[in-house]
DNA sequence: GTCTATAACGGGATAGAC
DNA sequence: GTCTATCCCGTTATAGAC
Protein backbone atom coordinates (compact mmCIF):
# COMPACT_ATOMS: atom_id res chain seq x y z
CA UNK A 1 0.00 0.00 0.00
CA UNK A 2 1.27 3.86 -0.47
CA UNK A 3 1.16 4.76 2.77
CA UNK A 4 2.52 2.19 4.13
CA UNK A 5 5.66 2.43 2.29
CA UNK A 6 6.12 5.89 2.71
CA UNK A 7 5.73 5.24 6.28
CA UNK A 8 8.14 2.90 6.35
CA UNK A 9 10.47 5.46 4.07
CA UNK A 10 10.18 7.84 7.12
CA UNK A 11 10.59 6.08 9.41
CA UNK A 12 13.96 4.41 8.46
CA UNK A 13 15.38 7.45 7.20
CA UNK A 14 14.79 9.03 10.85
CA UNK A 15 16.88 6.43 11.98
CA UNK A 16 19.44 6.76 9.80
CA UNK A 17 19.76 10.30 9.11
CA UNK A 18 19.98 10.56 13.37
CA UNK A 19 22.64 7.75 13.93
CA UNK A 20 25.16 8.39 10.66
CA UNK A 21 24.11 11.88 9.25
CA UNK A 22 22.52 13.23 6.32
CA UNK A 23 25.85 13.06 4.11
CA UNK A 24 26.83 10.29 6.13
CA UNK A 25 22.96 8.10 4.80
CA UNK A 26 22.69 6.71 1.60
CA UNK A 27 19.21 6.25 -0.44
CA UNK A 28 20.66 2.86 -1.11
CA UNK A 29 20.96 2.42 2.49
CA UNK A 30 17.94 3.18 3.46
CA UNK A 31 15.52 1.48 0.62
CA UNK A 32 17.12 -1.54 1.96
CA UNK A 33 16.28 -1.14 5.73
CA UNK A 34 13.04 -0.14 4.76
CA UNK A 35 12.97 -3.04 2.37
CA UNK A 36 10.89 -0.64 -0.25
CA UNK A 37 12.37 0.12 -4.22
CA UNK A 38 14.77 3.35 -4.98
CA UNK A 39 12.33 4.73 -7.24
CA UNK A 40 9.43 4.53 -4.40
CA UNK A 41 11.69 7.39 -2.52
CA UNK A 42 11.87 10.04 -5.59
CA UNK A 43 8.23 8.88 -6.31
CA UNK A 44 7.09 9.60 -2.94
CA UNK A 45 9.48 12.31 -1.88
CA UNK A 46 11.39 13.93 -4.29
CA UNK A 47 14.71 14.23 -4.00
CA UNK A 48 16.94 12.92 -0.96
CA UNK A 49 16.97 16.62 0.85
CA UNK A 50 12.65 16.37 0.60
CA UNK A 51 13.15 13.17 2.64
CA UNK A 52 15.20 14.75 5.52
CA UNK A 53 12.45 18.13 5.64
CA UNK A 54 9.53 15.39 5.66
CA UNK A 55 11.24 13.18 8.30
CA UNK A 56 11.86 16.63 10.24
CA UNK A 57 8.68 18.20 10.06
CA UNK A 58 6.60 14.88 11.28
CA UNK A 59 7.82 15.45 14.57
CA UNK A 60 8.40 19.13 14.98
CA UNK A 61 5.24 20.18 13.95
CA UNK A 62 3.35 18.74 16.57
CA UNK A 63 5.95 19.30 18.79
CA UNK A 64 5.89 22.90 18.49
CA UNK A 65 2.68 23.66 18.40
CA UNK A 66 2.44 21.14 21.76
CA UNK A 67 5.06 24.04 23.43
CA UNK A 68 3.13 27.01 22.04
CA UNK A 69 0.17 25.61 23.51
CA UNK A 70 1.83 25.02 26.90
CA UNK A 71 3.33 28.66 26.47
CA UNK A 72 0.07 29.94 26.20
CA UNK A 73 -1.30 28.25 29.04
CA UNK A 74 1.38 29.50 31.20
CA UNK A 75 0.92 33.23 30.11
CA UNK A 76 -2.63 33.21 30.34
CA UNK A 77 -2.17 31.46 34.23
CA UNK A 78 0.02 34.12 34.73
CA UNK A 79 -1.99 37.22 33.87
CA UNK A 80 -1.21 40.17 35.83
CA UNK A 81 2.54 38.83 37.01
CA UNK A 82 5.02 37.68 34.02
CA UNK A 83 5.51 33.56 34.09
CA UNK A 84 8.44 31.99 35.75
CA UNK A 85 11.07 31.41 34.17
CA UNK A 86 10.86 27.80 34.88
CA UNK A 87 7.14 27.71 33.32
CA UNK A 88 8.87 28.73 30.24
CA UNK A 89 11.65 26.41 30.27
CA UNK A 90 9.11 23.77 31.11
CA UNK A 91 6.89 24.89 28.26
CA UNK A 92 10.03 24.52 25.61
CA UNK A 93 11.59 21.68 27.15
CA UNK A 94 9.38 19.19 28.29
CA UNK A 95 7.92 18.60 25.08
CA UNK A 96 10.73 17.12 23.42
CA UNK A 97 12.16 15.67 26.80
CA UNK A 98 8.74 13.96 27.05
CA UNK A 99 8.86 12.46 23.27
CA UNK A 100 12.18 10.34 23.70
CA UNK A 101 11.55 9.09 27.27
CA UNK A 102 8.57 7.71 25.70
CA UNK A 103 8.54 4.45 26.66
CA UNK A 104 6.83 3.77 23.30
CA UNK A 105 9.98 4.26 21.37
CA UNK A 106 7.72 6.01 18.86
CA UNK A 107 10.01 9.50 19.33
CA UNK A 108 13.05 7.93 20.69
CA UNK A 109 16.06 8.47 17.64
CA UNK A 110 13.95 11.79 16.86
CA UNK A 111 16.23 13.76 19.90
CA UNK A 112 19.21 12.53 17.96
CA UNK A 113 17.86 13.76 15.20
CA UNK A 114 17.10 17.03 16.27
CA UNK A 115 20.30 17.50 18.30
CA UNK A 116 22.05 17.09 15.15
CA UNK A 117 19.54 19.73 13.78
CA UNK A 118 21.06 22.29 15.90
CA UNK A 119 24.55 21.05 15.60
CA UNK A 120 24.75 21.42 11.23
CA UNK A 121 26.08 23.98 10.80
CA UNK A 122 25.91 23.68 6.91
CA UNK A 123 23.20 22.87 4.17
CA UNK A 124 19.72 22.26 4.22
CA UNK A 125 19.49 22.33 8.33
CA UNK A 126 19.50 25.53 8.93
CA UNK A 127 17.27 26.26 6.50
CA UNK A 128 14.73 23.77 7.32
CA UNK A 129 15.27 24.90 11.10
CA UNK A 130 14.70 29.00 10.12
CA UNK A 131 11.23 27.78 8.92
CA UNK A 132 9.93 25.68 11.14
CA UNK A 133 11.38 27.03 14.70
CA UNK A 134 11.13 30.65 13.69
CA UNK A 135 7.25 31.44 15.16
CA UNK A 136 8.21 29.27 18.48
CA UNK A 137 12.09 30.90 19.03
CA UNK A 138 10.54 34.28 18.64
CA UNK A 139 7.57 33.78 21.04
CA UNK A 140 9.90 31.96 23.54
CA UNK A 141 12.60 34.85 23.64
CA UNK A 142 9.69 37.16 24.08
CA UNK A 143 8.88 35.53 26.97
CA UNK A 144 11.91 35.11 28.65
CA UNK A 145 12.64 38.94 28.37
CA UNK A 146 9.42 39.27 30.04
CA UNK A 147 10.26 37.03 33.07
CA UNK A 148 13.61 38.01 33.56
CA UNK A 149 13.14 42.00 32.86
CA UNK A 150 16.09 43.09 34.80
CA UNK A 151 18.57 41.08 32.81
CA UNK A 152 20.63 42.57 29.73
CA UNK A 153 19.56 41.79 26.64
CA UNK A 154 22.92 40.56 25.31
CA UNK A 155 23.42 38.54 28.72
CA UNK A 156 20.00 37.15 28.33
CA UNK A 157 20.55 36.02 24.40
CA UNK A 158 23.87 34.43 25.73
CA UNK A 159 22.29 32.37 28.34
CA UNK A 160 19.24 31.44 25.92
CA UNK A 161 22.11 30.12 23.86
CA UNK A 162 23.32 27.94 26.44
CA UNK A 163 20.02 26.41 27.12
CA UNK A 164 19.95 25.36 23.78
CA UNK A 165 23.20 23.80 23.75
CA UNK A 166 22.32 22.09 26.92
CA UNK A 167 19.18 21.15 25.75
CA UNK A 168 20.51 19.76 22.26
CA UNK A 169 23.35 17.95 23.81
CA UNK A 170 20.66 16.12 26.75
CA UNK A 171 18.40 15.58 23.14
CA UNK A 172 21.01 13.52 21.41
CA UNK A 173 23.02 12.07 24.42
CA UNK A 174 20.03 11.21 26.96
CA UNK A 175 21.12 7.40 26.87
CA UNK A 176 24.80 8.13 27.01
CA UNK A 177 25.77 9.81 30.79
CA UNK A 178 28.30 7.12 30.48
CA UNK A 179 30.99 8.97 28.43
CA UNK A 180 30.81 11.72 30.89
CA UNK A 181 30.71 9.93 34.20
CA UNK A 182 33.94 8.13 32.50
CA UNK A 183 31.90 4.94 32.13
CA UNK A 184 31.29 4.39 35.77
CA UNK A 185 28.16 5.15 35.99
CA UNK A 186 24.65 4.40 34.88
CA UNK A 187 21.83 6.63 32.76
CA UNK A 188 19.92 7.92 36.15
CA UNK A 189 16.49 7.64 36.36
CA UNK A 190 14.57 9.62 33.33
CA UNK A 191 11.80 10.49 35.23
CA UNK A 192 13.59 13.19 36.85
CA UNK A 193 15.31 14.23 33.65
CA UNK A 194 12.87 17.01 32.80
CA UNK A 195 13.05 18.53 36.38
CA UNK A 196 16.67 18.22 36.44
CA UNK A 197 17.23 20.20 32.93
CA UNK A 198 14.88 23.09 33.89
CA UNK A 199 16.75 23.38 37.41
CA UNK A 200 19.76 23.67 35.77
CA UNK A 201 19.04 26.10 33.15
CA UNK A 202 16.91 28.06 35.57
CA UNK A 203 19.57 28.82 37.88
CA UNK A 204 22.15 29.74 34.85
CA UNK A 205 19.71 32.47 34.23
CA UNK A 206 19.33 33.81 37.41
CA UNK A 207 23.06 33.71 37.48
CA UNK A 208 24.71 37.65 38.63
CA UNK A 209 25.09 39.68 35.81
CA UNK A 210 29.05 39.80 34.86
CA UNK A 211 29.51 43.67 35.24
CA UNK A 212 31.05 44.98 32.42
CA UNK A 213 33.95 46.43 34.84
CA UNK A 214 33.92 43.40 37.11
CA UNK A 215 35.07 40.89 34.68
CA UNK A 216 38.58 42.53 35.03
CA UNK A 217 39.63 39.69 37.94
CA UNK A 218 38.68 37.01 35.51
CA UNK A 219 40.22 38.89 32.73
CA UNK A 220 43.49 39.58 34.82
CA UNK A 221 42.99 36.27 35.53
CA UNK A 222 43.17 34.76 32.12
CA UNK A 223 46.00 37.14 31.56
CA UNK A 224 48.22 35.76 33.94
CA UNK A 225 47.52 32.00 32.78
CA UNK A 226 48.52 33.21 29.53
CA UNK A 227 51.63 34.24 31.09
CA UNK A 228 52.48 31.11 32.26
CA UNK B 1 58.43 21.43 0.06
CA UNK B 2 56.71 18.19 2.36
CA UNK B 3 55.77 20.14 5.63
CA UNK B 4 54.13 22.92 3.22
CA UNK B 5 52.12 20.61 1.61
CA UNK B 6 51.09 18.52 4.79
CA UNK B 7 50.34 21.55 6.56
CA UNK B 8 48.22 23.07 3.76
CA UNK B 9 46.08 20.15 3.80
CA UNK B 10 45.42 19.74 7.63
CA UNK B 11 44.22 23.62 7.45
CA UNK B 12 41.99 23.10 4.69
CA UNK B 13 40.66 19.82 5.76
CA UNK B 14 40.02 21.48 9.33
CA UNK B 15 38.01 24.21 7.54
CA UNK B 16 36.19 21.68 5.49
CA UNK B 17 35.24 19.05 7.87
CA UNK B 18 33.99 21.88 10.59
CA UNK B 19 31.79 23.26 7.97
CA UNK B 20 30.38 20.28 6.10
CA UNK B 21 31.39 17.50 8.64
CA UNK B 22 33.00 14.47 7.69
CA UNK B 23 30.77 12.77 5.62
CA UNK B 24 30.07 15.63 3.73
CA UNK B 25 33.10 16.40 3.22
CA UNK B 26 35.46 14.60 -0.09
CA UNK B 27 39.00 14.43 -0.38
CA UNK B 28 39.21 15.98 -3.84
CA UNK B 29 36.85 18.79 -2.55
CA UNK B 30 40.13 19.17 0.36
CA UNK B 31 42.99 19.15 -2.56
CA UNK B 32 41.01 21.06 -4.93
CA UNK B 33 40.95 24.26 -1.79
CA UNK B 34 44.47 23.01 -1.12
CA UNK B 35 45.97 23.08 -4.28
CA UNK B 36 47.76 19.83 -3.76
CA UNK B 37 47.40 16.67 -5.55
CA UNK B 38 44.94 13.79 -4.45
CA UNK B 39 48.02 11.16 -3.81
CA UNK B 40 49.34 13.50 -1.64
CA UNK B 41 46.60 13.39 0.61
CA UNK B 42 47.41 9.56 0.91
CA UNK B 43 51.10 9.82 1.13
CA UNK B 44 51.26 12.08 4.24
CA UNK B 45 48.09 10.63 5.85
CA UNK B 46 47.36 7.06 4.68
CA UNK B 47 43.53 7.40 4.70
CA UNK B 48 40.80 10.02 5.26
CA UNK B 49 39.87 8.78 8.48
CA UNK B 50 43.65 9.15 10.32
CA UNK B 51 43.19 12.87 8.14
CA UNK B 52 40.56 13.62 10.06
CA UNK B 53 42.54 12.29 13.29
CA UNK B 54 45.75 14.66 12.23
CA UNK B 55 43.61 17.32 12.71
CA UNK B 56 41.94 16.87 15.72
CA UNK B 57 45.07 16.21 17.62
CA UNK B 58 46.96 18.91 16.07
CA UNK B 59 44.70 21.28 18.36
CA UNK B 60 43.35 18.72 20.82
CA UNK B 61 46.93 17.96 22.14
CA UNK B 62 48.42 21.47 23.59
CA UNK B 63 44.63 22.45 24.33
CA UNK B 64 44.27 19.74 26.95
CA UNK B 65 47.80 20.05 27.79
CA UNK B 66 47.16 23.63 28.92
CA UNK B 67 43.74 22.36 30.60
CA UNK B 68 45.70 19.43 32.66
CA UNK B 69 48.43 22.37 33.72
CA UNK B 70 45.39 24.91 34.48
CA UNK B 71 43.70 22.53 36.79
CA UNK B 72 47.49 21.60 38.27
CA UNK B 73 47.73 25.21 38.77
CA UNK B 74 44.26 25.46 40.68
CA UNK B 75 44.72 22.67 43.06
CA UNK B 76 47.93 23.47 43.80
CA UNK B 77 46.74 26.95 45.19
CA UNK B 78 43.55 26.09 46.34
CA UNK B 79 45.49 23.47 49.35
CA UNK B 80 43.63 22.66 51.77
CA UNK B 81 40.16 23.47 50.43
CA UNK B 82 39.17 22.55 47.12
CA UNK B 83 38.93 24.57 44.19
CA UNK B 84 36.14 26.31 43.30
CA UNK B 85 33.94 25.73 40.56
CA UNK B 86 34.23 28.59 38.91
CA UNK B 87 37.90 27.82 38.73
CA UNK B 88 37.92 24.69 37.68
CA UNK B 89 35.41 25.82 34.70
CA UNK B 90 37.84 28.09 33.94
CA UNK B 91 40.45 25.53 33.97
CA UNK B 92 38.16 23.82 31.46
CA UNK B 93 36.41 26.11 29.45
CA UNK B 94 38.90 28.94 29.19
CA UNK B 95 41.43 26.94 26.76
CA UNK B 96 39.02 26.12 23.85
CA UNK B 97 37.75 29.32 24.19
CA UNK B 98 40.47 31.27 24.04
CA UNK B 99 41.13 29.46 21.39
CA UNK B 100 38.25 30.15 19.01
CA UNK B 101 38.26 33.76 20.26
CA UNK B 102 42.27 34.56 18.95
CA UNK B 103 42.07 37.09 16.72
CA UNK B 104 44.86 35.68 14.96
CA UNK B 105 42.33 33.61 13.17
CA UNK B 106 44.45 30.16 13.65
CA UNK B 107 41.89 28.36 15.97
CA UNK B 108 38.62 30.33 14.72
CA UNK B 109 37.30 27.57 12.78
CA UNK B 110 38.34 24.64 14.72
CA UNK B 111 35.82 25.26 17.50
CA UNK B 112 33.07 24.13 15.03
CA UNK B 113 34.78 20.93 14.81
CA UNK B 114 35.52 20.28 18.09
CA UNK B 115 31.74 21.08 18.54
CA UNK B 116 31.18 18.61 15.79
CA UNK B 117 33.66 15.68 17.43
CA UNK B 118 30.68 16.38 20.86
CA UNK B 119 27.72 16.00 18.67
CA UNK B 120 28.53 13.47 16.20
CA UNK B 121 27.35 10.20 17.54
CA UNK B 122 28.65 7.36 14.79
CA UNK B 123 31.67 6.85 13.48
CA UNK B 124 36.11 7.59 14.57
CA UNK B 125 34.73 10.71 16.06
CA UNK B 126 34.01 8.63 19.28
CA UNK B 127 36.81 6.89 19.47
CA UNK B 128 38.93 9.96 18.91
CA UNK B 129 37.71 11.55 21.59
CA UNK B 130 37.59 8.77 24.34
CA UNK B 131 41.50 8.41 23.41
CA UNK B 132 42.30 11.97 23.68
CA UNK B 133 39.84 13.06 26.36
CA UNK B 134 39.70 10.40 28.81
CA UNK B 135 42.81 11.46 31.32
CA UNK B 136 41.51 15.19 30.82
CA UNK B 137 38.09 13.85 31.55
CA UNK B 138 38.54 12.33 34.51
CA UNK B 139 40.80 14.60 36.17
CA UNK B 140 38.21 17.57 36.05
CA UNK B 141 35.40 15.07 37.32
CA UNK B 142 37.25 14.44 40.42
CA UNK B 143 38.14 18.02 40.78
CA UNK B 144 34.24 18.97 40.80
CA UNK B 145 33.26 15.95 42.88
CA UNK B 146 35.58 17.73 45.02
CA UNK B 147 34.24 21.29 44.62
CA UNK B 148 30.46 20.56 45.35
CA UNK B 149 30.77 17.25 47.56
CA UNK B 150 27.14 17.81 48.64
CA UNK B 151 25.35 17.00 45.13
CA UNK B 152 24.64 13.34 45.03
CA UNK B 153 26.43 12.20 41.71
CA UNK B 154 24.08 11.43 39.38
CA UNK B 155 23.36 15.12 39.68
CA UNK B 156 26.34 15.95 39.13
CA UNK B 157 27.21 13.66 36.23
CA UNK B 158 23.71 15.29 34.61
CA UNK B 159 24.78 18.60 35.42
CA UNK B 160 28.73 17.99 33.44
CA UNK B 161 26.47 16.42 30.83
CA UNK B 162 24.53 20.07 30.90
CA UNK B 163 27.52 21.95 30.85
CA UNK B 164 29.43 19.82 27.63
CA UNK B 165 26.50 20.44 25.75
CA UNK B 166 26.58 24.62 26.84
CA UNK B 167 30.05 24.40 25.45
CA UNK B 168 30.06 22.71 22.76
CA UNK B 169 26.96 24.55 21.29
CA UNK B 170 29.27 27.65 22.03
CA UNK B 171 32.46 26.66 20.34
CA UNK B 172 30.79 25.41 17.33
CA UNK B 173 28.23 28.73 17.32
CA UNK B 174 29.60 31.59 19.30
CA UNK B 175 29.77 33.99 16.00
CA UNK B 176 25.74 32.91 15.52
CA UNK B 177 23.83 34.62 18.26
CA UNK B 178 22.21 35.91 15.85
CA UNK B 179 19.91 32.88 15.29
CA UNK B 180 18.97 32.86 18.82
CA UNK B 181 17.76 36.08 19.28
CA UNK B 182 15.76 36.00 16.43
CA UNK B 183 18.35 37.76 13.72
CA UNK B 184 17.84 41.25 15.56
CA UNK B 185 21.06 40.93 17.85
CA UNK B 186 24.67 41.56 16.98
CA UNK B 187 27.02 38.54 18.33
CA UNK B 188 27.79 40.59 21.65
CA UNK B 189 31.24 40.99 23.01
CA UNK B 190 33.30 37.62 22.44
CA UNK B 191 35.13 39.33 25.59
CA UNK B 192 33.10 38.79 27.89
CA UNK B 193 31.80 35.01 26.76
CA UNK B 194 34.21 33.27 29.26
CA UNK B 195 32.97 34.49 32.62
CA UNK B 196 29.20 34.43 30.60
CA UNK B 197 29.69 30.94 30.03
CA UNK B 198 31.56 30.26 33.61
CA UNK B 199 28.81 32.34 35.39
CA UNK B 200 25.68 30.26 33.95
CA UNK B 201 27.43 26.94 34.22
CA UNK B 202 28.89 27.89 37.85
CA UNK B 203 25.28 28.86 38.96
CA UNK B 204 23.46 25.64 37.05
CA UNK B 205 25.98 23.76 39.37
CA UNK B 206 25.23 25.80 42.49
CA UNK B 207 21.35 24.82 41.44
CA UNK B 208 19.19 23.31 44.29
CA UNK B 209 18.69 19.44 43.85
CA UNK B 210 15.48 18.25 42.61
CA UNK B 211 14.27 16.21 45.38
CA UNK B 212 13.90 12.63 44.68
CA UNK B 213 9.74 12.62 45.57
CA UNK B 214 9.22 15.58 44.43
CA UNK B 215 10.09 15.46 40.83
CA UNK B 216 6.51 14.19 40.10
CA UNK B 217 4.68 17.49 41.28
CA UNK B 218 5.81 19.55 38.69
CA UNK B 219 2.65 21.21 38.36
CA UNK B 220 3.76 22.11 42.57
CA UNK B 221 6.79 23.19 42.09
CA UNK B 222 5.81 25.69 38.93
CA UNK B 223 2.86 27.06 41.02
CA UNK B 224 5.37 27.99 44.00
CA UNK B 225 7.76 29.71 41.69
CA UNK B 226 4.54 31.54 40.42
CA UNK B 227 3.95 33.02 43.90
CA UNK B 228 7.16 34.46 43.96
C1' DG C 1 58.03 13.27 -2.65
C1' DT C 2 55.11 14.34 -6.32
C1' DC C 3 52.63 13.42 -10.29
C1' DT C 4 49.16 10.84 -13.90
C1' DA C 5 46.21 7.31 -14.69
C1' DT C 6 43.03 4.15 -13.40
C1' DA C 7 40.89 0.75 -10.64
C1' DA C 8 36.75 -0.44 -8.21
C1' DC C 9 32.85 1.03 -6.35
C1' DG C 10 28.72 3.68 -4.59
C1' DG C 11 26.11 7.80 -5.05
C1' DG C 12 21.41 10.35 -6.57
C1' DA C 13 18.32 10.66 -10.07
C1' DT C 14 15.33 9.22 -14.12
C1' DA C 15 12.93 6.74 -18.07
C1' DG C 16 9.71 3.68 -19.19
C1' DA C 17 7.45 -0.91 -18.79
C1' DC C 18 3.90 -2.86 -16.08
C1' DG D 1 2.05 3.17 -7.47
C1' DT D 2 5.68 0.10 -8.11
C1' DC D 3 9.24 -2.09 -10.44
C1' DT D 4 13.84 -2.80 -13.48
C1' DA D 5 17.43 -0.99 -15.77
C1' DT D 6 20.48 2.50 -16.57
C1' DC D 7 22.71 7.12 -16.80
C1' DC D 8 26.32 9.70 -15.21
C1' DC D 9 28.88 11.42 -11.90
C1' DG D 10 31.85 11.49 -7.67
C1' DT D 11 34.09 8.70 -4.30
C1' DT D 12 38.44 6.49 -1.91
C1' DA D 13 42.38 4.27 -2.81
C1' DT D 14 46.43 2.46 -5.37
C1' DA D 15 50.05 1.46 -9.03
C1' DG D 16 53.79 3.04 -11.23
C1' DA D 17 56.34 6.65 -13.95
C1' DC D 18 59.27 10.53 -12.94
Redesign the pocket.
Known sequence: ??T???QKILDVAEQLFAEHGFAG?????IITDAG?????V???F????SLLEAVIIRRTAPLNEERLALLDKVEREAERSAASVEEILLAFLGPPIRLILNPSGEGRIFGKLMGRLHSETNLCFLEIAKKHFDVVSQRFHAALVRAVPDLPVDDLNWRVHFAIGAMAHTLSFWDRLEVVSHGKLKTGDPETLIPRLVGFIAAGFRAPVVARQATGHLKKKAAVERRR
Not at 25 to 29: A, E, G, I, M, N
Not at 46 to 49: C, I, L, P, Q, T
Open positions: MSDTKTSLRHVNLAAHYHRSKE
